[in-house]
């Protein structure tokens, strides 16, 4: 077999496309919408490249269109979880022992068939299921999720090319092996990108994975699954699985060979996992990796200096995009009383001219959120603001959910900076704002810094680069992707590793080489080239 050091191909940014009146990418995807919404999409299990049906299945509706049918899945019983255990470790023997380029033209392939042939069909199921806009459906599912695949695999191949030194009669050799058993992979339902991601970036390692994607993100998960499929991935590789969740895991865990969880969603069941493996962790082979991104209350903090339209734009737009389901969104703000008339009035401008609807109208700015147990929380804390003393909403503060699930976008006026929206996740178009005295600078960033729990994303707006600088320090432990005069959202893979700390997970920045560390296990050989026949060393000489 040839032999070579390989090169891969350098990897760029996937570009954005405009989905503009008379472009062909829009019309190619109000295509795919249209077909998409009038099938009866059926999502079996896929365990060693087999479909499975069993005979518990749920239904799948978009959530601006919830009376409407757009299919059914399959759910596992516990010997289906166990089928994709044995079957992953089975599939393992070939995998990990395939070359790496050999697995690195697959997800390359992959790329390829999202940025070409899938595009308007991921993108129009996430609008489907997840209801994006269009624009938040691109950035997502095609271009991070291309990117994901491609910085990925030249990260990959950074790291194996990292070796220690070696001396003349010494060749010292650096090998990354695949982790000893199979990764668990849990996704959420806001990015299409994640969901493939922490199934991939493990897989690409040379690791066989059990997928289990969140039960609101099935729909486009099988177009991820599809397009793993047709790039080659070979059976037992990635085993994805759907059914009750606490059943599944507390199986996965059970098994001797299970070696790592790949994990996006809430805190506590990331904390609850934690718990588990540890009472489990005197039965594993090895120790597991524990990798997970968690909650978020971002915060943006504004000072004196900041510009009221920058300020007011990126409140709008880290807020209400996608509905403010992002891990990343801006939920907390920070502004001083000399800015908040002007920045109040540029809000109400721009609230005034969104509007809200399905995602197959490209007019609409906002959809619906995920399901009805997050429309009933959300109209649960609105409802307590409007009654409390400490609070007031300013804009929005209506839903209805006879259609879909819409909550109108909401901002929330405090008096009292530890007011629950102030600390508490809502996970969706809710914004809460505290507005402090000028001279109140320094406090204020103390009071960022400690009023939550989480450390994800934050933004500060300042034109005075001494402030800016006060707050880059202060706020050192606030956030793990922080930016300056930018909303908090939107980080890019190769340009802005993430993740956060504190009750916002492991800090493993997914979309870099730090994250595909925890998927190996390193192996140093030395090779000594003259092997010495005496034992006797100089000094033990008369």
Not at 65 to 70: A, G, T, V
Not at 449 to 470: C, N, W
Request: with cysteine; charged share 20%; hydrophobic share 40%.
């Amino acid at each position: 077999m040839g032999k070579g050091f390989f090169t891969v191909p350098e990897p760029i940014n996937e570009p954005i496309k405009s989905y503009a009146p008379g472009s062909p990418e829009r019309a190619a995807v109000s295509a795919a919408y249209e077909t998409m919404y009038h099938s009866n999409l059926e999502v079996p299990l896929y365990i060693n490249g087999k479909e499975i049906r069993t005979d518990q299945t749920a239904t799948m509706a978009p959530p601006h269109d919830h009376k409407h049918l757009l299919g059914h899945y399959h759910l596992a019983q516990k010997s289906h979880v166990t089928l994709a255990i044995e079957t992953a470790l089975e599939a393992r023997k070939a995998w990990s022992t395939t070359p790496w380029e050999q697995r690195a033209a697959i997800f390359l392939k992959a790329a390829e068939l999202i940025a070409g042939p899938y595009r308007a069909k991921i993108n129009a199921a996430t609008m489907l299921a997840q209801s994006k806009t269009i624009h938040q459906a691109e950035i997502d599912a095609s271009c991070e999720l291309i990117d994901f695949l491609r910085f990925n695999v030249a990260y990959m191949t950074e790291m194996y090319q990292e070796q220690p030194k070696s001396s003349s009669d010494t060749w010292n050799r650096l090998e990354y092996r695949p982790l000893e058993g199979f990764i668990y992979a849990i996704t959420p339902f806001n990015f299409t990108a994640i969901a493939a991601n922490l199934p991939a970036s493990a897989a690409m390692l040379g690791n066989v994975v059990v997928w289990k994607p969140s039960d609101s993100q099935v729909y486009s998960a099988q177009v991820v699954l599809d397009v793993f499929k047709e790039a080659g991935v070979p059976a037992g590789v990635i085993n994805m699985i759907m059914g009750d969740p606490v059943m599944i895991t507390d199986t996965v865990l059970a098994s001797r060979d299970f070696s790592g969880v790949h994990f996006t969603g809430s805190t506590h069941v990331f904390q609850d996992l934690w718990k588990k493996i540890g009472t489990n962790v005197h039965h594993y082979k090895t120790y597991p990796r524990i990798v997970g991104e968690t909650g978020g209350k971002d915060f943006i903090v504004a000072h004196h200096s900041a510009h009221p339209k920058q300020l007011a734009t990126a409140m709008v737009r880290g807020a209400f995009e996608f509905q403010g389901q992002k891990c990343s969104a801006a939920s907390r703000c920070y502004i001083p009383e000399s800015l908040w008339q002007e920045v109040h009035d540029h809000i109400k401008e721009d609230l005034s001219t969104i509007t809200m609807g399905s995602p197959g109208d490209f007019s609409n700015y906002v959809t619906a959120v995920i399901h009805e147990g997050s429309f009933d929380k959300l109209a649960h804390y609105i409802d307590r603001a409007k009654a409390a003393s400490d609070a007031e909403i300013i804009f929005g503060g209506t839903y209805d959910k006879s259609k879909g699930y819409f909550i109108a976008p909401t901002v929330i006026k405090t008096t009292n900076p530890h007011y629950e929206t102030m600390s508490t996740e809502l996970f969706g178009p809710v914004l809460t704002v505290f507005v402090y005295p000028d001279d109140q600078w320094e406090e204020t960033l103390i009071l960022v810094d400690q009023t939550s729990i989480y450390a994800l994303t934050g933004a500060v707006f300042s034109q005075d680069r001494y402030a800016l600088e006060q707050a880059v320090r202060a706020l050192e432990n606030a956030a793990g992707n922080f930016y300056i005069n930018d909303k908090p959202t939107g980080a890019v893979v190769g340009q802005q590793p993430f993740g956060g700390a504190r009750a916002s997970g492991t800090n493993d920045k997914a979309g870099s080489k730090i994250n595909l560390y925890r998927w190996v296990s390193p192996r140093t050989v030395k090779e000594l080239l003259v092997t010495p026949t005496d034992y006797r060393y100089p000094f033990l000489e008369s």
